[in-house]
């Protein structure tokens, strides 16, 4: 998906504290983002009380919606950099294209992970006869070691299952209680799908050297004793060895974990830089059609994605 955000603002890791603090749960509300054809998201990452979960730097809520035919998802061509996406399918089924050449549908149980490294562009359009959409799409920022890695796409159609205390687990990225899954990652980090048809109770051990977030995707969880509703992230911080969950009800929820990401990182339309001379170079190449930094994409029937005018702030 894209950042179409009107105000573009940069978003720098530093302005959120790394901990959740002695109060306890942080708790940030969703706001609604456009990102292409007849579809509004939650948006959860960046905001202004949060810009990251370890690497985790950006996490869209879309869905569950129902459209009319053609009225679903549609992103045109748009470069992305200095990240890779990651799509969490639940209902729905979305056609992934991009300038390496990759055509893929992603359905529901299945993530789409593309490295964008040092440059990639691609799109994302619902299928014709499709009414459904219910996803996840979370950016993670590639360290500045990794940055300019070359670009890469994956497709995970099988991920590690298992259930605990009613609630089904779906590990999506990184390892968890002796599973990993299958995607390449450049720092430590973790995502796990968690749902119940009824009421479930549950204690998730934790890496006490990680930050965690729970995203409620429908539903909602009791954690740690404090409930959290659809679309309410509850940033846990660092330094926790269990997280206690429990739903009274159907429910789903996302975890998400990582060591800090301590670099100073900025989030400008669809790119992760490092400084503002790597986005400006983006910018331009984009802008200028270099097919050598950000290929092409065939098979999609509309126009590339203009960026907006890059303003960066005054110190
Ligand atoms: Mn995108």
């Given at each position: 998906m894209s950042n179409q955000e009107s105000s573009n603002q940069l978003s720098t890791s530093s302005d959120c504290p790394l901990?959740?603090?002695?109060?306890?749960i942080q708790r940030i509300t969703a706001r609604t983002a456009q990102v292409g054809g007849g579809i509004a998201v939650n948006r959860l990452m960046p905001s202004r009380q949060r810009r990251t979960i370890g690497a985790w730097c950006f996490l869209d809520h879309a869905g569950p919606a129902v459209f009319e035919t053609k009225a679903g998802l549609r992103v045109g061509p748009h470069?992305?950099?200095g990240l890779q996406t990651f799509t969490w399918m639940i209902k729905g089924e979305v056609l992934h294209r991009d300038s390496l050449g990759n055509v893929q549908v992603v359905r529901p149980g299945q993530v789409n992970l593309m490295t964008a490294g040092r440059g990639i562009t691609h799109t994302e359009e619902s299928l014709a006869q499709e009414h459904h959409l219910h996803a996840a799409q979370l950016w993670i920022a590639l360290p500045e070691s990794d940055k300019d890695c070359a670009p890469a796409f994956d497709h995970y159609p099988d991920l590690p299952t298992w259930s605990v205390g009613g609630l089904q687990a779906t590990l999506l990225a990184g390892s968890f209680a002796g599973r990993t899954a299958p995607g390449r990652f450049y720092s430590p980090l973790v995502g796990i799908d968690l749902r119940c048809d009824d009421t479930a109770v549950a204690t998730l051990s934790l890496d006490p050297q990680f930050e965690y977030g729970i995203l409620p995707l429908e539903g909602?969880?009791?954690?740690?004793?404090?409930?959290?509703?659809?679309?309410?992230?509850?940033y846990l911080g660092?330094?926790?060895?269990?997280?206690?969950?429990?739903?009274f009800g159907a429910s789903r929820g996302l975890l998400l974990g990582g060591v800090p990401f301590t670099e100073e990182i900025h989030l400008w339309w669809n790119f992760v830089a490092h400084d503002k001379a790597e986005i400006a170079e983006a910018l331009h190449a984009w802008s200028s059609h270099d097919l050598q930094r950000f290929g092409d994409v065939e098979g999609f029937d509309g126009e590339r994605l203009i960026a907006p005018e890059f303003v960066w702030p005054r110190a």
């Open positions: 901990e959740a603090g002695v109060r306890g470069p992305h950099i909602a969880f009791s954690i740690n004793g404090q409930t959290f509703a659809s679309d309410e992230l509850a660092r330094g926790l060895n269990d997280v206690t969950l429990q739903a």
